[in-house]
């Protein structure tokens, strides 16, 4: 795609133009930078942070079950950090950073590795509102021993960041600039600047333009396959159904008379079994 070609799409220009850093698309080109990425964690986590590697928008396949797609995953030292902005309240449960640490977990060890070389995981969820809903600015939160409240190391921290507390303090400050359209209200230089260069600067406006088309174009073929996959799933269920009520079929007689894939068939039992 041409820059002449983007300048005259207004469409995705005034896109462009209404971006904030809490818009997770948007997040996720800005944090390509890795440095970028450290500085905003530092204020986050205060403390240094040497990035080992950096990922932005990293998938995680589980064939087993729901695979992820991340915002930003972090190696740090011994740390894994995944970094989530989560505008919706349902997509900042608790159970999803669960989730996300166990799948980070399964895809960073390796066979034979002792437990306790296993890496710290550290899930970062930024949310748009209090979900947590005690009115504070940041949550941190590690197992603990109910019966003596001493800390039960298992390697796994859960961070919420309120973005809605935007007081005169670093992180407060850093939870305006995600809400920032504008570059020149972004406090902090280095979010400012790449900010910028995304909406001011006509390469970057050009690259954005040609990322939009891509988010675009990918939005549209996961539609049509998660509509292929649905169909699919519905004749399946359809034919697990007269196989069971006109044959007399087993539910795991019909999945092996459909030869449904192992990794599938969970699905299916779950389906039955409700």
Same mark, same amino acid.
């Given at each position: 795609m041409s820059f002449l070609i983007c300048e005259n799409s207004t469409d995705y220009l005034d896109s462009i133009?209404?971006?904030? /850093?809490?818009? !997770?698309?948007?997040?996720?080109? #800005?944090?390509?930078?890795?440095? #970028?990425v450290r500085q905003f964690l530092e204020i986050? /986590?205060?403390?240094?942070v040497d990035i080992i590697e950096c990922h932005a928008q990293y998938d995680i396949n589980n064939i087993l079950g729901r695979a992820i797609s991340i915002d930003v995953l972090v190696k740090d030292g011994d740390d894994y950090i995944?970094?989530?902005?989560?505008? !919706? +309240?349902?997509?900042?449960?608790p159970k999803r950073a669960r989730f996300h640490g166990s799948l980070i !977990?399964?895809? +960073?060890?390796?066979?034979?590795? =002792?437990?306790?070389? /296993?890496p710290n995981v550290i899930i970062i969820f930024i949310t748009e +509102?209090? #979900?947590?809903?005690?009115?504070?600015?940041?949550?941190?939160?590690h197992c603990r021993i109910d019966e003596n409240n001493q800390m039960f190391e298992e390697g796994r921290e859960i961070i919420y960041v309120n973005a809605s507390i935007q007081e005169d303090t670093a992180l407060g400050r850093?939870?305006?600039?995600?809400?920032c359209t504008d570059s020149r209200d972004i406090h902090y230089e280095f979010l400012r600047k790449r900010v910028n260069y995304y909406k001011e600067n006509e390469g970057g406006k050009q690259e954005m333009c040609e990322i939009w088309e891509e988010i675009k174009n990918k939005g549209?073929?996961?539609?049509?396959?998660?509509?292929?996959?649905?169909?699919? =799933?519905?004749?399946?269920i359809v034919s697990i159904k007269k196989l069971m009520n006109k044959n007399g079929y087993t539910l795991e007689e019909a999945l092996d008379f459909l030869d449904i894939p192992k990794e599938e068939r969970s699905l299916y039992i779950g389906i039955f079994s409700s």
């Open positions: 133009a209404r971006l904030r /850093l809490m818009d !997770d698309d948007f997040m996720r080109i #800005v944090f390509k930078d890795e440095d #970028v986050i /986590l205060d403390r240094k995944n970094i989530e902005v989560q505008r !919706d +309240t349902k997509g900042a449960h !977990d399964a895809n +960073t060890s390796f066979p034979n590795e =002792q437990w306790d070389k /296993l +509102t209090d #979900v947590l809903g005690y009115g504070l600015p940041i949550y941190h939160s850093l939870m305006h600039d995600m809400f549209k073929l996961e539609g049509l396959r998660e509509g292929e996959a649905i169909g699919r =799933q519905q004749g399946i």
